[in-house]
């Protein structure tokens, strides 16, 4: 999608193209329930949007870091399923927040919430594996998720991305019940 955006701007002569936003808003998961109705691709097609490159490179590395963490454990066969399912469940819980609470958002976008039910996932069936981490050393992967977990958590209040941390939060939760089952 940021190919998109980069020929779009080249074409409006340098300046952000309007269509990009919309573009952006009809892949991305909305928060009225009609327009999850009719426009049923963005329950997925969220979860594979991007429109940051840091945002995009910090969630596959995450992915690709538990997710491997993950697959050893359990076997690869169950990381798609883990993802979408985790994905999902981080899209209803941004759906019910944002329609409970006060400005959470418009849409979501991103795969921060599957990615999370992985990191989630490798701590719960993995909790002692140790990860070396540059500058800091050796660190339990529990100590890990419960870091990622806990900021996720400080950050509903301070961020003007409550819902996406709602939704990382869900999917969290699915990771954490995926193993548990």
Same mark, same amino acid.
């Not at 020929?7 to 808003?25: C, D, Q, T």
């Not at 958002?105 to 999370?116: E, F, P, W």
């Given at each position: 999608i940021n190919l998109v955006n980069i020929?779009?701007?080249?074409?409006?002569?340098?300046?952000?193209?309007?269509?990009?936003?919309?573009?952006?808003?009809?892949?991305s998961l909305n928060r009225e329930p009609?327009?999850?109705?009719?426009?049923?691709?963005?329950?997925?097609?969220?979860?594979?949007?991007?429109?940051?490159?840091?945002?995009?490179?910090?969630?596959?590395?995450? +992915?690709f870091w538990f997710g491997r963490i993950v %697959?050893?454990?359990?076997?690869?066969?169950? @990381?798609? /399923?883990? !993802?979408?399912?985790?994905g999902l469940a981080g899209a209803v819980i941004f759906v019910l927040s944002a329609n409970t609470l006060?400005?959470?958002?418009?849409?979501? +976008?991103?795969?921060?919430?599957?990615?999370? %039910?992985?990191?989630?996932?490798?701590?719960? @069936?993995? /909790?002692? !594996?140790?990860?070396?981490?540059?500058?800091?050393?050796?660190?339990k992967l529990k100590y890990i998720v419960f870091v990622m977990i806990f900021l996720d958590m400080l950050s509903i209040a301070n961020s003007n991305n409550a819902g996406g941390h709602f939704a990382h939060l869900g999917g969290a939760l699915f990771g954490w019940l995926y193993i548990l089952q």
């Open positions: 020929l779009l701007f080249i074409i409006n002569g340098a300046k952000p193209h309007p269509f990009f936003a919309s573009m952006v808003e009809w892949l009609w327009l999850i109705i009719t426009r049923p691709w963005g329950i997925f097609s969220h979860m594979f949007l991007h429109t940051g490159f840091f945002h995009v490179l910090f969630n596959m590395l995450y +992915l %697959a050893d454990f359990i076997g690869d066969r169950r @990381i798609l /399923p883990l !993802y979408l399912m985790g006060p400005n959470i958002g418009l849409y979501a +976008l991103g795969a921060s919430a599957a990615v999370m %039910a992985v990191v989630t996932a490798a701590g719960a @069936i993995a /909790p002692e !594996y140790t990860i070396r981490l540059m500058f800091i050393g050796d660190v």
